[in-house]
């Protein structure tokens, strides 16, 4: 079951005493058999949890290189459906993998929330976290959601309040993706110690692992928040290896750069044994 999939990975990654590395890359970009084989890099590379971008005209809250990598995926003409297939496939091979889809509210509305959870369900997706869909507008995706086990991810920053973790919390299930600076991806890096009070705050409210992410690039930064944190997310820097291969002529440089970045992150998380607080 999908939120049980989400679980055990946070289960066994507690079990050794380490937190979670969650990559980003956009579906379809450049093009799907190419994600396809990210998507495998990224799993045989260290991955936990892999965030699966549903290309957007107007994403509002992502920075310059995931701004890019949804134009190059729509320039490809990379559905929401389209990447629905793109999970389903890596699903066929790869049973406990989570898979979560990022994207935003409008072309999910435009397919209708029973329609779209239930193409996500059948796809093997076990949740989402829909970046312009807050708590009080979420009702439906909800209900359609509870009905096929599907994690509802919901955001936090530094600037939420404990009352309105409360908010952000209620009906979230799988994990908490708390925004370590306030901006858009890629914008620069948070200090941990920043931070800390806040990822502290929203585990002990939610009752979920909380993982950080925006402005994490290497392994130096991801281990540092691997010490406040259950979880680190990465992304920009992940989908900059599809720019360069795309600029290169040569498409495998995204699996193999991919590859390679999940491999050093991962091993910097796993060197870092988390404190008492962060398990």
């Known amino acids: 079951m999908p939120v049980s999939r989400i ?3 946070f289960d066994k990654a507690k079990a050794e005493n380490r937190a979670v590395l969650v990559a980003y890359l956009m579906a379809g970009d450049p093009d799907l058999e190419t994600s396809y084989e990210a998507l495998c890099a990224l799993r045989d590379n260290g991955a936990d949890i892999i965030e699966l971008g549903a290309p957007f005209t107007d994403p509002m809250a992502d920075g310059p290189a995931i701004q890019k990598a949804g134009l190059r995926s729509l320039a490809a003409g990379t559905t929401l459906k389209d990447t629905l297939a793109l999970a389903k496939r890596f699903r066929e091979d790869d049973p406990d993998t989570p898979l979560i889809l990022m ?4 072309p999910v509305h435009l397919m209708g929330y029973e329609t779209f959870a239930e193409a996500a369900s059948q796809a093997g997706v076990d949740g989402s976290i829909i970046v312009d869909l807050p708590p009080e507008e979420d009702a439906p995706l909800r209900a359609a959601y509870a009905t096929r ?6 955001m936090a920053t530094p600037t939420t309040t404990e009352s309105r973790m409360k908010t952000v919390a209620e009906n979230a299930s799988g994990f908490v993706y708390y925004v370590a600076i306030a901006g858009i991806t890629g914008a ?3 200090d941990p110690e920043d931070i800390r009070e806040g990822v502290d705050m929203a585990r002990r409210v939610s009752g979920l692992p909380v993982c950080v992410g925006f402005g994490v690039k290497n392994g130096e930064q991801a281990a540092a928040m691997a010490h406040i944190a259950d979880g680190v997310v990465v992304g920009s820097a992940f989908v900059d290896n599809a720019k360069t291969a795309q600029e290169s002529g040569d498409l495998g440089l995204a ?3 991919m590859g390679r970045l999940a491999k050093e992150l991962s091993e910097a998380i796993r060197s870092v044994r988390l404190e008492p607080s962060a398990t």
Not at 103 to 106: E, P, T
Not at 149 to 154: F, G, N, W
């Open 7 to 9: 679980t055990a990975r």
């Open 103 to 106: 994207g935003y509210a409008n």
């Open 149 to 154: 086990d599907l994690a509802v991810i919901r």
């Open 188 to 190: 620069g890096s948070a």
């Open 255 to 257: 699996a193999s750069g």
